[in-house]
């Protein structure tokens, strides 16, 4: 029991705070994206941006771990097979599964899936700056 001004009150326990069962999912791909490092584009990107939120800052890139694709499913990787850094088709070549980071002036940025050439990813200078995530 508590002592208020009025009285005694009853102690009433705290509601336990509700679990997400996507918190574990969530926990394991910031396990897996920790330490991938974000690039950027030297030049604007050779595909399509989606949205209308102004001129872009700069425009991140980096490869996604193999994990992610078991952790969330297969994602469509980009609207197409066009390597985002060359404009050049990633079919029938080799290529990394990546996620584009467009950052925009007024402030919006996002994440998408696209498919990179490995040399193209590695044309791109590296930030030193983590990777975002999917959310």
Known sequence: MWRTVSGWLPRVSRPKPIEDPF??????????????????????????????????????????????????GSPAYGLGPQCPVCGNTTEGHQRLRGSLQPEFVSGPSFLMPVWIHPTCLEACPDTGEQRGVPW
């Not at 330490?35 to 700069?58: Q, S």
């Open 23 to 72: 918190d574990a999912v969530r926990a394991e791909i910031d396990r897996v994206c920790r330490g991938i490092t974000l690039r950027v584009l030297p030049r604007p990107p050779a595909i399509p941006i989606p949205g209308d939120f102004g001129p872009l800052a700069r425009v991140g890139i980096a490869r996604d771990p193999d994990e992610l694709e078991s952790l969330l």
